[in-house]
């Protein structure tokens, strides 16, 4: 019995070796379609066809002493692999398959091919937001903003570092293009997220990254750079904004954008319910909103001489004063009741009223140095107005009562 049992396991044994012994490479690949002109870095599509006893991975030596892995498929599937060129020039390229369990076994090269690639520029990501802190299981939005050098539409991909990517986005965007994508994280961790840019060319970026701290409390809900996020020297929102509660929204009113306009934002999401602008588009930068709750209007000053009175969430104008101008740039408002207590960079402290549909012009202080630093004026409980100078002394000019 024994005996018969060794010569059983050594014939088992004679079997898996002469079973390994004929482990065969795969056939040589089919190159059912390619193309014959690409673009620099593009990802270029080929299809290739190859036969194996498993798994088989495609191997593409590019012409340009560069050989790499381009993909893996089944055996007899018409996969879809990717090639990349770096450089411009005509290159004679081909492909060999290799199993995937013993990279040894390779078939012979295809025939090579010959491939124009062509100059393009790849778009320039020019600025990727990330929350610096998300919470767990709370969606968190990431916004990038790409630029084609070539005018080209534009799509993107994301690695949020968690194992989740999305792949290329269906969407192609006009350039500048920039697009706000959410993600939520499920587990507490500190990850890297990236991003890519794609043209219509397929011409990749650099990529662009982002560390995230995923915890339970701190994250960032929403964030919004209306005006900032434009293509060439774009400057943050620096204005400390208001908010208020208007018909059946509450939003976050904000200044201090580059692009001449006043945002309100929907205070639960961030989304722009409106714009407000001034009398000519593009002259003077809005700072800081102030709300008059007799009115219910948004007043704040611009840097073209004029301080403006929007009406509702829209930020529709109602007025602005003076209609013709040569005052300077204004500070921060201050607001009582109906009456509005505006320093200009001219060192003089001006009280108005909203009036509704207009301003009044009920005083005027000149104070030697309130203009240098933009000094904000507070209004006490009794009304007194209280503001600071950068000078001892004061030069008094025309005094009116304010109240």
């Known amino acids: 019995m024994k005996r018969t049992l060794a010569i059983l396991f050594a014939c088992l ?9 004929c482990e065969k490479a795969p056939t040589v690949p089919v190159i059912v379609s ?3 002109t690409t673009w620099v870095n593009a990802e270029t599509p080929v299809r290739v066809f190859s036969t194996a006893s498993g798994e088989i991975k495609y191997i593409a030596d590019l012409g340009n002493n560069t050989i790499d892995t381009v993909g893996q498929a089944e055996s007899g599937e018409t996969a879809t692999v990717t090639l990349k060129w770096t450089a411009v020039g005509t ?10 369990s013993n990279p040894a076994k390779v078939s012979a090269w295809t025939d090579p091919r010959n491939i124009y690639v062509a100059p393009n520029a790849a778009p320039n990501i020019i600025n990727f937001q990330a929350p610096f802190v998300a919470v767990k299981d709370v969606p968190a939005a990431f ?3 790409a630029e084609d050098p070539e005018g080209d539409s534009i799509q993107f991909r994301f690695d949020f570092g968690d194992g989740e990517r999305t792949g290329w986005l269906d969407t192609m965007l006009a350039s500048p293009a920039q697009l706000t994508v959410f993600h939520a994280y499920k587990k507490i961790d500190t990850v890297t997220a990236y991003v890519w840019a794609r ?4 011409s990749v970026s650099a990529p662009c990254s982002a560390q995230v701290q995923i915890g339970t409390s701190g994250g960032v809900l929403w964030f919004s750079q209306p005006g900032g996020l434009e293509a060439g020297d774009s400057e ?6 208001v908010i208020v509660v208007m018909g059946s929204d509450t939003v ?3 200044g201090g954008c580059d692009d001449s306009r006043l945002f309100a934002l929907r205070y639960r999401d961030g989304r722009v319910r409106g714009t407000g602008s001034p009398r000519v588009l593009d002259e003077g930068r809005f700072w800081h909103p102030a709300y008059c709750a007799a009115t219910n209007h948004i007043i704040c000053g611009n840097e073209d001489g004029r301080i403006y009175a929007f009406k509702g969430p829209g930020l529709s104008r109602v007025w602005y004063w003076p209609t013709d101008t040569t005052l300077k740039d204004w500070g921060t408002v201050a607001i009582s009741g109906d009456r509005i207590y505006a320093p200009n960079e001219n060192d003089t402290l001006y009280c108005l009223q909203d009036a509704g549909q207009s301003a009044n012009v009920l005083g005027r202080y000149y104070l030697k140095g309130i203009g240098q630093e933009q000094s904000t004026p507070v209004v006490d409980n009794q009304g007194n107005v209280i503001i600071a100078t950068v000078v001892p002394e ?10």
Do not use: H, I, N
């Open 13 to 21: 044994a004679g079997f898996l070796l002469v079973a390994g012994k």
């Open 34 to 36: 390619a193309p014959e």
């Open 91 to 100: 290159y004679s390229w081909k492909m060999q398959a290799a199993l995937a």
């Open 143 to 145: 916004t990038v903003l």
């Open 199 to 202: 043209d219509k060319k397929r």
């Open 236 to 241: 943050p929102v620096t204005a400390a904004p």
């Open 252 to 254: 976050v009113v904000v």
């Open 394 to 403: 004061t030069v008094q000019g025309q005094r009116v009562p304010f109240s």
